[in-house]
């Protein structure tokens, strides 16, 4: 059976990329979190997809201009009200270092993506190992990126840490070019252009999984499962779960 991994925690609901999205989805029985990461001026890894705090918080401007004290000052709710179990703490910005003693608490996995295509973040990927290896955590972590430089650094620090390689695109032989890199996950979108069933065939032949996102309604999330590859990412945990 597939894994079911909440797209910025239970983004479906709560607000994305908050400890509070984390924690319902955990609650509601999903196997593992996807989360963003980013670079602060202080250089202190934060939870966010985007660059820029304009989308998510009542705030404006890049994550890289603000010091982590700073991006605290701002609520993540992303235009969400009226939460339950909302509390003053759990929609601020949450650290790497925050999330990642959360997840030891639980059996979760958690795919971590570096959002390094847009700004460079240097530093970024030997802090974020470091914070997992602190805790032990390795075994259950997957790192991903749409810079695949990015992925190669990993894999260069650390060969046996388990990454994925994400595209937005059609790649020739995905199975072949994760192979070449030592890339254990192909993360595709899941639209069936993208992902056909040979593609799943021909990666479970070379032994790379395939974690699939972002899948919302039950027909897409049922035909992903059908095709049992190891990850469906979701922003709707209750429904993937059903
Ligand atoms: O990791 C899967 C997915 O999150 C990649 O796209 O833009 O939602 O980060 P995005
Ligand atoms: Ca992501």
Not at 10 to 38: C, H, R, V, W
Not at 42 to 49: A, G, L, Q, R
């Amino acid at each position: 059976m597939s894994m079911i991994i909440a797209h910025r925690g239970y983004s479906g609901k709560y607000p994305e990329n908050t400890m509070l999205a984390f924690e319902k989805a955990y609650e509601y029985g999903a196997d593992g979190i996807e989360l963003d990461i980013q670079l602060t001026k202080d250089s202190k890894i934060v939870i966010c997809h985007d660059e820029e705090i304009d989308r998510t918080s009542n705030g404006k401007g890049f994550i890289r201009d603000y010091t982590l004290a700073e991006l605290r000052e701002f609520e993540f709710r992303n235009n969400m009200y009226d939460l339950e179990d909302e509390t003053e703490d759990n929609i601020k910005i949450p650290t790497l270092d925050e999330f990642l003693n959360w997840l030891k608490t639980t059996e979760l996995m958690v795919n971590i993506e570096f959002k390094t295509s847009i700004v460079e973040y240097k530093g970024i990927v030997v802090k974020a190992i470091e914070l997992v290896k602190e805790r032990e955590l390795e075994d259950r972590v997957i790192f991903s990126s749409f810079n695949h430089n990015t992925i190669k650094e990993v894999k260069e620090l650390d060969s046996s840490l388990r990454c994925g390689f994400l595209t937005v695109a059609n790649l020739l032989n995905p199975e072949e070019y994760c192979k070449k890199y030592e890339v254990e996950y192909y993360h595709p979108m899941f639209v069936s252009a993208l992902l056909s069933p040979k593609i799943v065939t021909d990666c479970k032949k070379l032994g790379i999984g395939v974690n699939a996102y972002t899948a919302n309604d039950s027909e897409h999330i049922q035909a992903l499962i059908a095709l049992n590859i190891e990850g469906v990412i979701t922003n709707e945990v209750e429904l993937a779960i059903q």
